[in-house]
């Protein structure tokens, strides 16, 4: 079998969630949307079962995934529904749709629902993406209330800059969120992972934790005690030995300036693995620093092996995890964690308890 993999520390996972709920306090919405970021919506949402008040995900799909799979807390569906269909679902099922927009209000007003629903005003504090806006909130909870069709509302928002310590973009969405809930029943829920470490103002009665579950540490030069959850590796399946100005992969991108022993790893951008990365990015093989070579492949990539002398085939090789940190894979190549987590695919999925 192809050795390439993603093994998922659940136990690691455990820990991180522990974290978030320690620093924010109150009520959890564990954020497992798309595929809980690449790491296994089900088994992820199940290792987190015995604490977790809630989950979120971005959609219907995602939310009957879970629970078909057993999950029994609620589901926020942080993109709301996007037909009258989905309303119904929703209902029928009773998640907890977010209404971002005044259409999905409308589409509350007009529908027949065949249970009373329990609502996420998402308001729009300043990122001007989703979210309605502040002026507009107590005439739309009002008529939410009035409809009948709203047992409970509760009221959200989401940062822009909340990896930005120093800037006073979220103070401002902070300030926004509560002018325009002011005096309003309902619990409050403003924190994704960057406000849950970085802004105490921003806690509310629910936080909602995504890429710190993970391990990834959104303000990585701070020390926050994340562990990784992924472990991303494949394993050296061929060696060659190159003589100084011979080249290396697609485009001949980099040319061995002496002579040089290089490892293949199975694992390439089909699996994941950007191809935005450039040479020197780390990798760690046969658990010591090593780095990428050339271009990478659609199934495979290149490592410098000439300092490792006792690696050969068969050596695994770790794309990032434990040693090697996402972050610094991502930054390298020009992106963050959440895309590069998101992205693995291909690869066997390993769910251990223990690392
Ligand atoms: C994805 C998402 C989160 C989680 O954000 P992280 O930065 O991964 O913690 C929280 N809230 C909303 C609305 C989201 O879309």
Redesign the pocket.
């Given at each position: 079998m192809r050795p390439a993999r993603a093994l998922i520390d659940l136990d690691a996972l455990r820990h991180n969630y522990l974290i978030a709920r320690q620093r924010h306090g109150g009520r959890v919405?564990a954020?497992v949307?798309?595929n809980a970021?690449g790491h296994g919506a089900v088994a992820c949402a199940q290792a987190l079962s015995w604490d977790t008040d809630a989950y979120?995900v971005?959609f219907l799909e995602e939310a009957i995934a879970l629970r078909d799979s057993g999950i029994k807390a609620p589901i926020l569906l942080?993109?709301g529904v996007f037909d009258p269909a989905e309303l119904l679902e929703t209902a029928r099922y009773g998640f907890w749709p977010?209404i971002h927009h005044p259409a999905q209000v409308e589409m509350i007003m007009k529908t027949a629902l065949p249970a009373s629903l329990r609502v996420w005003l998402?308001i729009n504090s300043g990122m001007n993406r989703?979210g309605l806006p502040p002026a507009d909130v107590r005439r739309t909870w009002r008529r939410l209330i009035a409809s009948h069709k709203v047992e409970e509302c509760g009221f959200?928002?989401?940062f822009a800059r909340?990896?930005e310590p120093d800037c006073d973009a979220t103070g401002h969405q902070i300030r926004v969120f509560d002018e325009a809930t002011r005096g309003l029943p309902g619990a409050r829920?403003l924190?994704?992972?960057?406000?849950?470490l970085g802004w105490p103002d921003a806690h509310r009665d629910w936080s909602?934790?995504?890429?710190?579950?993970?391990g990834a540490d959104?303000m990585p030069e701070e020390n926050n005690g994340l562990h990784p959850v992924m472990t991303l590796e494949s394993q050296i399946i061929a060696v060659r030995n190159l003589a100084a100005g011979e080249p290396v992969g697609y485009g001949a991108r980099f040319i061995a300036p002496r002579p040089i022993r290089i490892g293949l790893v199975a694992i390439g951008y089909a699996d994941g693995y950007p191809r935005s990365a450039p040479e020197g990015v780390p990798v760690a093989v046969d658990n010591k620093f090593t780095s990428l070579i050339g271009r990478v492949s659609m199934d495979m990539l290149t490592v410098d092996l000439t300092d490792l002398p006792s690696t050969g085939i068969g050596s695994v090789v770790e794309l990032w995890g434990k040693q090697v940190s996402v972050n610094q894979v991502a930054q390298a190549a020009g992106t963050i964690s959440?895309e590069l987590l998101c992205n693995v695919k291909r690869v066997s999925f390993v769910w251990n308890k223990s690392s």
């Open positions: 919405f954020v949307k798309a970021y979120a971005a942080l993109e977010v998402k989703a959200i928002s989401h909340a990896d829920s924190a994704n992972s960057a406000a849950i909602r934790p995504g890429i710190m579950l993970y959104p959440y």
